[in-house]
């Protein structure tokens, strides 16, 4: 058994330094963590190597986050947007994920998307996808907006509504509303990049 975690560790050490060394914004931080670990590693502290393993993954979680939040899109006519916010969450709450979101208000109607990856919920949309009937069941509708598939739901009586939607069956990007129409609802589904979203790293 402890041969298998040690294994593990070297695993996780050199895949984290794979994604690390192709970083910027936290380049440093983040090899200076793994060469921690690693020095932790040669001299059987275990422990300590696998928190500074975590850490440098917190950060190249981070990093992807500041990445994702560049496909949140900017206002439509009309409306207004708060700054994009990303969180990091670790795998002790609800299995972990990067989830970017970014609110829009026009009067009393609100928008909300998030884009969420490297999250276990993910394994329930996609049954959704592949199976219309699991939609269904949620009183939502399979839909194709622009190409890609989308699982949209909207109460005309109460204005309110959402999209669901899976990229490179990577991320799920997630658009909630209230106090709209549709219309406004599937505008800011259009105004995403899907293509340049799907070719990220």
Not at 44 to 73: C, R, W
Not at 171 to 191: H, M, N
């Amino acid at each position: 058994m402890f041969s298998l975690n040690i294994n593990r560790l070297r695993v996780i050490g050199l895949a984290i330094a794979f994604v690390a060394f192709s970083a910027i914004g936290y380049a440093d931080d983040i090899t200076d963590s793994i060469n921690e670990a690693l020095q932790y590693y040669k001299n059987g502290e275990y422990t300590d190597a696998v928190e500074n393993l975590n850490y440098a993954s917190q950060l190249i979680q981070q990093k992807k986050g500041k990445a994702l939040e560049s496909f949140l899109p900017e206002p439509l006519t009309g409306w207004t947007a708060e700054d994009a916010t990303s969180q990091v969450t670790g795998a002790a709450m609800f299995g972990g994920g990067v989830t970017v979101e970014r609110e829009y208000r026009k009067g009393s109607s609100s928008i909300t998307i998030q884009i969420i990856t490297d999250s276990p919920i993910m394994q329930g949309v996609m049954m959704m996808f592949s199976n219309p009937m699991f939609a269904a069941s949620e009183g939502g509708k399979l839909e194709k907006i622009g190409r890609q598939k989308a699982i949209v739901k909207f109460d005309p009586a109460n204005k309110d509504g959402d999209i669901k939607i899976v990229v490179a069956n990577r991320f799920l990007v997630s658009i909630e509303g209230d106090g709209i129409t549709r219309e406004d609802l599937k505008g800011y589904a259009k105004a995403i990049d899907y293509k340049k979203m799907a070719s990220l790293p």
